[in-house]
């Protein structure tokens, strides 16, 4: 009996659910650039802009995941996982030989290779992971892509806690850790998460408030951590203290998994008339295939009258993966491919996600200098990378919750907690440009906040807009312009502008650039300019979202989730 309730529950939706916490935790090493960047720049002698021409590259790498959505349309979970294990430990690996000098200097595209590789494994880990979560849990897409999303937000603060367990102060290692244990995760864990029928527990959302509490406590403990290692200068038994606890939080969701598994093989034992599961039967003779396939991923919606099912018939059967670009369906339901990409809703949403994520991932690449040049310790300056990760989580876990909350109560549309956010970021970047005392401290958690809600909402909004059939390849294609955004604005505008402000300062001192090892600003002139730029750029984001919030208002006014709703 014991044997056989252990593999209920390794097989169970919700054991599912918890190892994509784990995996999706150790998803977010690019958001740890700003704590090894310094080594990469300084070991291998590059200037600013070339280390942001680094840094774009491990943009584009963890958002170009357009191959990893059309791998997963076709392969296995498990087979999309095993390639993202692979190419984060071969990318993090050579760039942790090439820092500590165990191989010859490489070329600046063989690093802008090596970091894009190891960045692109997070697209892979979210095609096998995220996407087969969203679709076991359609109704709860929300709250389900915020909690996973803010695992990897914390991934940050988590892995820099392990490391100083681990390799204390010895940046450089973080490289490697980064490398292995990650790819390790996938590997254990790569045959427990795969699709499963969609079914529906009365008490599904309680479930999700339960890992809600717990991940909210690990992100506080996080926070603590981080701000008295600021203070307090720990041991390493202090350190190995802390990542234990970290530990035993993470895998407190194992014990809500195994609780509601053992409920379901209690009523397996005891049947009750209550409608767990979702059962759903197809009375017309031969089905079109595709409607069978969208049946067996989501569950056929509830009953609707003669015409309307004629309609969905006659729409799914026109469709295909290319698609009838000219009939469109509504929204809410299953787009194609292109159909999707070529819609207006989704090109607002691109320039939107330019202007807003291409500017937050800029400030957290270069937030380690932004510290620098403002004269903040080098501890400290991890502090703020840490905050950014810590923060990053809230914001994503706040935009699921918040806006589930607030689009079923109140119908207030998800596309405009997306403009709110986008200002909000506007705020962290003028604080940065015009700094005050304390003022990249609130900064910090201001990006972190707005970085976070930022990619939930996305993720969520595609899914909604345009359905799931082709989500693994859609939501990769909509993130793609966060590194075009990145590039433009990273390498183009701040870097330049910041190598600039640095040989003015050569300059004064009467020296040039060969009589340097690396650019350094020192003072608030650094960013001023470059940050002034990018509050511009992401406010004028922020109105053409608003153009996405009028369009979509009265979709977010009807029942959006009806097609996924339990059939009693």
């Not at 500590?100 to 595209?109: H, Q």
């Not at 367990?165 to 990650?182: E, R, T, V």
């Not at 998800?414 to 705020?427: D, E, N, Q």
Request: charged share 15%; proline share 4%; with cysteine.
């Amino acid at each position: 009996m014991a044997c056989q309730f252990a593999v209920q529950v390794i097989k169970g939706r919700w054991f599912t659910v918890f190892a994509s916490f784990l995996i999706m935790a150790g998803a977010g090493a690019t958001y740890l650039f700003g704590s090894y960047s310094k080594d990469i720049k300084s070991t291998l002698g590059y200037d600013q802009s070339t280390l942001n021409l680094i840094g774009f590259f491990k943009d584009l790498g963890a958002n170009v995941g357009v191959l990893a959505g059309l791998i997963g349309e076709v392969t296995p979970t498990w087979f999309v996982l095993l390639v993202g294990s692979a190419m984060n430990f071969a990318g993090y690996f050579m760039i942790w030989l090439a820092v500590t000098g165990k191989i010859a200097k490489p070329k600046v595209w063989q690093m802008c290779l090596y970091i894009c590789v190891g960045a692109n494994s997070q697209n892979f880990v979210n095609t096998g992971a995220l996407v087969t979560c969203v679709k076991n849990f359609p109704e709860s897409r929300g709250v389900m892509l915020g909690l996973l999303k803010g695992y990897t937000g914390l991934s940050g603060a988590i892995f820099t806690q392990i490391y100083l367990a681990i390799y204390p102060n010895d940046s450089k290692s973080l490289i490697l850790l980064i490398g292995w244990l990650p790819a390790a995760l996938s590997v254990i864990f790569v045959y427990t998460i795969r699709p499963m029928k969609v079914v529906r527990q009365q008490n599904e959302l309680r479930v999700f408030y339960h890992f809600l509490y717990i991940s909210l406590s690990l992100g506080v403990f996080l926070m603590v951590m981080t701000l008295l290692e600021k203070t307090i200068t720990f041991s390493r038994a202090a350190y190995a203290g802390s990542t234990t606890v970290v530990c035993m939080i993470m895998f407190m969701p194992l014990g809500i998994a195994i609780r509601e598994e053992l409920a379901l093989w209690n009523l397996k034992k005891h049947p009750v008339d209550s409608p767990v599961e979702v059962i759903s039967i197809d009375k017309r003779p031969n089905p079109v295939p595709e409607i069978q396939e969208i049946q067996e991923l989501d569950s056929f919606p509830p009953k609707s009258s003669l015409g309307q099912e004629k309609k969905t018939q006659i729409t799914t059967t026109a469709t295909s993966c290319c698609g009838d670009l000219c009939n469109k369906p509504e929204r809410g339901e299953d787009y194609t491919i292109l159909q999707a990409l070529l819609s207006t809703d989704m090109i607002i949403l691109f320039i939107a996600t330019f202007c807003g994520l291409g500017s937050s991932l800029t400030a957290v690449d270069n937030l380690g200098q932004i510290g620098e040049s403002l004269g903040y310790p080098t501890k400290t300056v991890g502090t703020f990378v840490s905050l950014v990760s810590i923060w990053n989580y809230f914001g994503r876990v706040f935009s699921g919750f918040v806006s589930e909350s607030l689009m079923v109560k109140w119908k207030i549309p998800r596309t405009l907690m997306m403009t709110f956010m986008l200002v909000l970021s506007c705020i962290a970047y003028l604080s940065i440009a015009f700094p005050f005392p304390g003022s990249v401290y609130m900064a910090s958690v201001m990006i972190g906040v707005s970085f976070g809600a930022q990619l939930t909402l996305l993720f969520t909004i595609i899914s909604e807009l345009f359905g799931l059939k082709y989500y693994a390849t859609l939501f990769n294609c909509g993130q793609l312009a966060s590194p075009l955004g990145s590039y433009i604005l990273n390498v183009r505008v701040t870097g330049m502008l910041y190598d600039r402000e640095a040989l003015k300062v050569l300059a004064k001192k009467g020296m040039t650039r060969s009589s340097v090892k690396e650019l350094v600003c020192i003072g608030s002139q650094c960013y001023r300019l470059s940050f002034t730029i990018l509050a511009g750029v992401t406010f004028f984001g922020a109105l053409i979202s608003l153009v996405l919030v009028i369009r979509t208002r009265e979709f977010y006014k009807g029942d959006i989730y009806k097609k996924y709703r339990e059939v009693v």
